[in-house]
């Protein structure tokens, strides 16, 4: 039932944004400054840990990657044994999920919801949304309204944000990235005060994701695998939203909205080793097939794909992928990780990430071309630990392995065989050059993604209106919960609103 206070709730996500980072500049963004003096801080828990893109399906449902079985918008599809983006339809029916504001606005709460980092927007829906419009990661867009979506693109462009590829810049190149940054959020503020002037609302959830990008790209980083970008580059982008901020909670402003600032994952410098993970994988695969008395593996041609990616210019790479489209762009991460695997004698791999040591045990009567035996998988497991921790830094000797997470154990649920079967977690707080051990030998490689940033599991929101002191509030422990505190902030029956997200199967 609709809480007939009539209280609204404006919720705006900055995607991966960085208090540590903010935090030193307050004098030069007013109104983050303004927020942190003002506001209710809470930092959260994130389901960032381990697993760094699930974050948006975790706030939309309420629940752990387990249940909801989404953890990056490229996934492992076991039945085809390739990847595709979550929005496919294969996906849907099985890791499809309802968003808490679709069940809101069938109580009678008047919702808009624009860019959320959802895949897609569901049929029947009875609010507003605008999904993918102008978001971090490349995807069709789709709406509830393809008027609405035709007169906000003659207004403010077809996807300002523009896409991102993962390739070093040059300094001209990041500059004109930062200035495109700042643009696309000034179209994402002036599209978003152009919704909440067009219709009533009593929900407004908007994402910005221009500061996720600058983070990747601008931060500036000792080591030699960053973007050339000029100092001050990143916190450009950084009073640019500030300044979309501030026109969002000026318009916004009265005795009766709640207003939500929040992040569900944040920006340190790049840790990834991911330019080792496949070929870490790959040595080892070759060991233990040697060691059940395999015949050693025949010389085999190099994965082309993965040849070209690192050889080919960046600026090439760049144009290349905004002239071939995302269909194009999909077939070549599927054959630059895929390619030249021979399922018979691949007992594990590694799947799409976002920088992170994702492992996918290759099992038989799960992937359609399994290799392990399910009674094998223990013993795999224990036997790959031990030869990851054997692995060092070469030259300095140093640990290069610091842990294996089980992510079923960590994040249990019906939909966890969707996830990762393992997280590599790396030692090394930058990515190095040289790894070594007698299983693997000398390894070289370079980290050629010109990110000199990388996603941290740091959550956090702030909150200011009259939710700030709702009891609600303070039992928002982590980024699950927010669901539930909005809700009981919308409905008056928030004691019997759903415990658990619908799937597509319910709705």
């Known amino acids: 039932m609709v809480n007939r206070d009539m209280s609204k709730v404006l919720a705006i996500c900055i995607d991966s944004m960085s208090l540590d980072y903010i935090r030193p500049h307050l004098d030069r963004l007013p109104a983050f400054r303004s927020l942190l003096e003002t506001g209710a801080y809470s930092r959260l828990q994130t389901s960032a ?3 760094t893109a699930s974050i948006w399906a975790s706030f939309a449902t309420g629940e752990q990657p387990g249940a909801h079985g989404h953890y990056y918008p490229f996934q492992w599809d076991p039945d085809r044994m390739d990847f ?3 929005a496919a339809a294969r996906w849907r029916s099985r890791v499809g999920f309802e968003p808490f504001w679709y069940g809101l606005a069938r109580e009678g709460v008047k919702t808009i919801a624009f860019d959320p980092g959802t895949p897609y927007v569901l049929p029947g829906a ?3 949304e605008i999904v993918n419009w102008s978001y971090q990661s490349t995807g069709a867009v789709s709406t509830t309204d393809p008027a609405l979506l035709a007169g906000l693109r003659r207004r403010f462009g077809r996807r300002p944000i523009g896409k991102e590829v993962p390739v070093p810049k040059t300094l001209a190149h990041s500059r004109r990235m930062r200035d495109d940054l700042i643009a696309a959020i000034e179209a994402k503020a002036n599209a978003a005060l152009w919704l909440m002037e067009r219709e009533d609302w009593r929900l407004f959830l908007t994402g910005f994701y221009e500061v996720h990008r600058a983070g990747h790209n601008l931060l500036v980083v000792d080591g030699d ?3 050339e970008a000029d100092p001050d580059a990143l916190l450009a982008v950084y009073e640019a939203q500030d300044r979309a901020l501030s026109r969002l909670l000026d318009k916004a402003e009265s005795a009766d909205t709640t207003t939500i600032v929040f992040s569900m994952h944040g920006m340190v410098p790049n840790w990834s080793q991911e330019h080792f993970t496949g070929r870490i994988i790959k040595r080892l695969n070759e060991v233990w097939n040697l060691a059940k008395g395999g015949a050693p593996r025949p010389p085999k041609s190099e994965n082309l794909m993965s040849r070209l990616r690192e050889k080919i210019p960046p600026q090439v790479q760049f144009t290349l992928a905004y002239m071939l489209g995302e269909h194009v762009q999909d077939w070549v991460v599927n054959r630059a990780i895929t390619g030249g695997l021979d399922w018979a004698k691949t ?4 799947l799409a990430s976002g920088g992170e040591g994702y492992i996918r045990l290759n099992i038989k009567g799960r992937e359609r071309e399994g290799y392990l035996e399910p009674g094998e998988v223990a013993g795999y497991v224990s036997w790959l630990k031990e030869r990851l921790a054997e692995i060092k830094v070469a030259d300095t ?3 290069f392995f610091r842990e294996l997470i089980d992510v079923a154990a960590v994040m ?6 969707y996830l990762p079967d393992y997280v590599i977690v790396y030692a090394p707080q930058e990515p190095v050059s040289a790894i070594t051990s007698p299983a ?5 490689a370079h980290l050629g993604t010109g990110r000199g940033g990388n996603h941290a599991p740091d959550a956090f929101m702030i909150v200011t209106g009259p939710g700030k002191s709702s009891p609600s509030r303070e039992r928002v422990a982590d980024i699950c919960d927010m669901r539930r505190f909005i809700e009981t902030l919308l409905l008056s029956n928030a004691a019997g609103a759903p415990q658990r997200a619908a799937t597509l199967a319910d709705a």
């Open 126 to 128: 009875r609010h507003t």
């Open 225 to 227: 695998y960053g973007s």
């Open 84 to 86: 595709a983006r979550t």
């Open 347 to 350: 007992p594990a791999f590694r």
């Open 440 to 444: 693997i030998g000398r390894l070289e």
């Open 412 to 417: 249990p649920g019906e939909r966890s065989r």
């Open 49 to 51: 840990a381990p697993l």
């Open 397 to 399: 000797g140093a640990p």
